[in-house]
C-alpha cells in the first residue's frame, strides 16, 4: 500500500488511471509518485490529453510526454498503443527542455505508436461538424489515428521518420483519397511542417517496449500514466461518447507489450465530484449554483481545449463500476479542497430510471444512462481549511465522513487524497 510518494513498490509496476471522465488530477499525481520510480510510461491517447502540473510554482501542461519528465533521472516512455503528433511534439520537447534537460536516453518513443498527421486533424474536424450527434471530440485527429491503425493503413513513427516510408505512405494515400490528394494542396504548410518534424524527433524513436521490458529485468521501478478516464474508454466507457483508445488498466499490457503478471498495484484518480468536458450522458450533472460553485472554485475548463467543464457530484454507482473494471488497489481522491464552503455535499448512490426503477449498476447503454436521475446521499460539509500535506486522518471530521461515504458506496478504500495543485499536495493514509 502507498503510505508516502516513496513507498511504490520498488521494481514492480504501478498502474494510474484516470477513475471519471478525464482531468481528474493525473498528471499532478503521477509528478508526485515519480519521484521515486524510474521509468513512467503512456499507454494510450495523444494530445486529446492535458496533464497539468506544477513544476517550482510554474503550471505546466502536457499533452504528450509522460508527466514523470520533470523527475531528475527519470526516464519516460510512450509506448505502443499511444497515437502521436510529431509536429506538437516536437513543441512539447521544446517546453520541456527550458525546465528540465530531454535527451532521447530520457524520452522513449515507440516506433510502433501511430502518427497523427494533418490529414486525421482535418477529418476529425470535418466529421464533428458534420455529424448529427457529435462527441465534442478534442479536434486533434485521435479517432481518425486510431481508425487507421485498425484499419492497417496508418503510419507508424518508426516509418514516419524513414524518409523514403513515411513518402510512400503519403504517395499512397493521396493516390487512394481525393480528399487527402485535395488537402496536400490546400494545407501544404501544415504537411511541410508534418514532414519538416520527423528528422527531429528520429533520435527519440526506438523499441521502447523492448526497453521496458529489459528495465523490468533489472528490477526498474516503473509507474503508468493513464489518459482520459476509464468512462472514456472505447469498450468499457459511454460509447460512443468516448476516446478512441482503452484507457482502463486491462488497456495497458496490450500496449506495452508485457504479461499482466508483472503489475503490482492499480490506483484510480478520482475528483471529489466529477467533471465532463464533451457530449455524453452524466446523470449526476449539476445545472444549479453548486454545479457553478463547484466550476468556479474548481477552475473546470478544459487543459487542452479551454472548454468549461460540466460538472456534478460524484458518482458512486460510476465509481464502483471503474472500480471493478480496473481492479483499484485504491483511490485517490483529489481536489477534496474544492468542496469546502459547502454547506451540504452529496453522493449519487444509485440512479433511478422512468422504465427500469432503481438502478445500483452502471447500465452499458447510454440511452438508459442519460434518462437517469440521481438518488444521493447528502452529507454535512465543512469549512475549516485542509491541510496539504501529511496524513488523510489530519483532515476535517465532515471531509473524514465523506470519504467513508464515498469508500463505502464505491466499494474501495481512498488511499491518497488530494488538496493542492503542487507536487508535495498529497495525504496518505
Ligand atoms: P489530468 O488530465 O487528469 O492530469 O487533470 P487536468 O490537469 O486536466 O485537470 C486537473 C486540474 O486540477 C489542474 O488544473 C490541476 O492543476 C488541478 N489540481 C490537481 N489536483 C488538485 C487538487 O488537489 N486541488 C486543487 N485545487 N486543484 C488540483
Ligand atoms: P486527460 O488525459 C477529458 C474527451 C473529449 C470528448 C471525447 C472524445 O486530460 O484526462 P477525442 O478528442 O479523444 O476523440 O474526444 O473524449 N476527452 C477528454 N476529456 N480529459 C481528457 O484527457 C480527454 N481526452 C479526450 O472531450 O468528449
Ligand atoms: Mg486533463
Known amino acids: 500500500m502507498v503510505t508516502s510518494a516513496n513507498s511504490l513498490k520498488k521494481g514492480g509496476v504501478t498502474i494510474l488511471v484516470g477513475a471519471q471522465w478525464g482531468d481528474e488530477g493525473k498528471g499532478k499525481w503521477i509528478d508526485i509518485l515519480a519521484e521515486n520510480t524510474n521509468i513512467v510510461a503512456r499507454y494510450q491517447g495523444g494530445n486529446n490529453a492535458g496533464h497539468t502540473l506544477y513544476v517550482d510554482g510554474e503550471k505546466v501542461v502536457l499533452h504528450q510526454i509522460p508527466s514523470g519528465i520533470f523527475r531528475e533521472g527519470q526516464t519516460c516512455a510512450l509506448t505502443s498503443g499511444v497515437v502521436i503528433n510529431p509536429v506538437e511534439m516536437v513543441e512539447e520537447i521544446k517546453k520541456v527542455q527550458k525546465i528540465i534537460q530531454v535527451s532521447p536516453d530520457r524520452l522513449w518513443l515507440s516506433a510502433r505508436s501511430h502518427v497523427i498527421s494533418p490529414w486525421h486533424i482535418w477529418l476529425d474536424g470535418k466529421k464533428e461538424k458534420e455529424a448529427q450527434n457529435p462527441i465534442g471530440t478534442t479536434k486533434r485527429g485521435i479517432g481518425p489515428a486510431y481508425s487507421d491503425k485498425a484499419a492497417r493503413v496508418g503510419l507508424r513513427l518508426g516509418e514516419y521518420i524513414d524518409p523514403v516510408r513515411r513518402q510512400a505512405w503519403f504517395d499512397r494515400m493521396s493516390y487512394e483519397s481525393e480528399d487527402f490528394s485535395k488537402l496536400a494542396k490546400e ?128 458518482d458512486a454507482v460510476a465509481l464502483k463500476y471503474c472500480q471493478e ?79 467513508a461515504a464515498v469508500e463505502q458506496a464505491a466499494n474501495c478504500k481512498v488511499t491518497m487524497v488530494g488538496t493542492g495543485v503542487n507536487r508535495t499536495d498529497g495525504l496518505f493514509l
Open 325 to 403: 473494471v480496473n481492479g483499484f488497489d485504491g483511490i485517490i481522491l483529489n481536489k477534496m479542497d474544492i468542496l469546502t464552503g459547502m454547506q451540504e455535499i452529496k453522493i449519487c448512490t444509485a440512479y433511478k430510471h422512468p422504465k427500469l426503477g432503481l438502478i445500483k449498476e452502471f447500465p452499458w447503454d447510454g440511452n438508459i444512462l442519460a434518462e437517469c436521475k440521481p438518488v444521493c446521499e447528502t452529507l454535512p460539509g465543512w469549512t475549516d481549511p485542509m491541510p496539504t500535506s501529511g496524513k488523510i486522518a489530519d483532515l476535517p471530521e465532515n471531509a473524514l465522513k465523506y470519504i
Open 187 to 314: 494545407n501544404a504548410e501544415a504537411w511541410e511542417a508534418f514532414h519538416g518534424a520527423a528528422e527531429k524527433l528520429a533520435s527519440y524513436v526506438c523499441n521502447a517496449e523492448q526497453n521496458l521490458r529489459a528495465a523490468m529485468q533489472h528490477s526498474q521501478t516503473i509507474l503508468l500514466e493513464g489518459a482520459q478516464g476509464a468512462l472514456l474508454d472505447i469498450n468499457h466507457g459511454t460509447y460512443p461518447y468516448v476516446t478512441s483508445s482503452e484507457t482502463c488498466s486491462g488497456g495497458a499490457f496490450a500496449s506495452l507489450g508485457f504479461a499482466p503478471k508483472y503489475v503490482d498495484k492499480v490506483y484510480g484518480v478520482a475528483k471529489a465530484y466529477v467533471t465532463r468536458v464533451g457530449e455524453g450522458p452524466f446523470p449526476s450533472e449539476l445545472h444549479d449554483e453548486d454545479g457553478a460553485y463547484i466550476a468556479k472554485q474548481g477552475n473546470e475548463f478544459g487543459a487542452t481545449t479551454g472548454r468549461p467543464r460540466r460538472c456534478g457530484w460524484l
